[in-house]
């Protein structure tokens, strides 16, 4: 039988990636994501790698619209046996000066829709017998940098509802895992350089070496390929009994 993955924010950056790489292991791919020509990217990367797919633009802080991708996911599929909640958003600033909507935003879109998809697909996976929820997080989720209160919340927040996703899926087949990583170089990171530059008063070269990378011991963007092949194994039979991990991909980061 042919598996499912569902990876939301799969039409750019690390999500695209991982989508590509689930694609090439013959996985139907359900594709979300906002930007303008995402049912093209979706179609292109299906047919690059003659898998079936569904493109949802499902906005994640919209519970319906989640619910609906699911259901049509479920619809189009019969099964759904991946979830990979991937979608995020990030805005950097001092606390007393940070917007209340981008605090709602980020807690909604980085935490609170991998509760409604995961809900919304948890029925389908328990009859099964089978499932994997895999939460792209953070080294954030494991550890705290200044500016970045809602991020730092939502990531954490993931780690530990992923946690709690692993004890209660334990006894039905399911795992739920969590994927830490460093600094990638994605359109969200090249805004948080621009906005950390603004912040720190630094070029945005100070920025990459003395902000973002200055953490970790390989002073290195972590590859999207890492991530999704990480995602890849977590999702195979060989992962079964990996559950309620939070796996570091930052370039030794944690290991300070």
């Known amino acids: 039988m042919t598996k499912t993955a569902l990876i939301t924010g799969s039409t750019s950056g690390i999500g695209l990636g991982i989508a590509k790489a689930f694609a090439a292991k013959g996985y139907n791919i359900v594709f979300n994501g906002l930007e303008p020509n995402g049912a093209d990217i979706a179609q292109q990367v299906a047919q690059q790698h003659g898998v079936k797919h569904l493109f949802s633009p499902a906005n994640m802080m919209d519970p319906a619209a989640i ?3 699911v259901a049509e996911a479920l619809t189009t599929f019969g099964s759904l046996q991946v979830v990979i909640n991937n979608a995020g958003i ?7 000066e940070f917007p209340e909507d981008k605090w709602d935003a980020i807690i909604a879109i980085n935490l609170t829709a991998a509760f409604h998809i995961t809900k919304a ?3 389908s996976m328990k009859e099964q017998r089978f499932g994997r929820i895999i939460n792209i997080a953070s080294a954030h989720g494991l550890f705290a940098s200044p500016f970045k209160s809602a991020y730092v919340a939502a990531k954490h927040g993931i780690v530990g509802f992923t946690k709690t996703l692993a004890l209660e899926g334990a006894p039905l087949g399911i795992t739920a895992n969590t994927i830490c990583p460093g600094y990638v170089r994605t359109p969200l990171v090249e805004k948080q350089i621009a906005d950390q530059a603004k912040a720190h008063h630094l070029s945005e070269e ?3 070496a003395k902000v973002m990378l200055e953490k970790q011991a390989i002073k290195d963007f972590i590859p999207i390929e890492l991530i999704a092949q990480t995602a890849l194994f977590l999702a195979s039979d060989e992962a079964a009994t990996i559950t309620g991990i939070a796996m570091p991909l930052d370039g030794g980061w944690s290991a300070a």
């Open 206 to 208: 100070e920025v990459i």
């Open 67 to 69: 619910r609906t991708m």
């Open 121 to 123: 697909a948890w029925p």
């Open 90 to 96: 990030q805005h950097v600033a001092p606390v007393e």
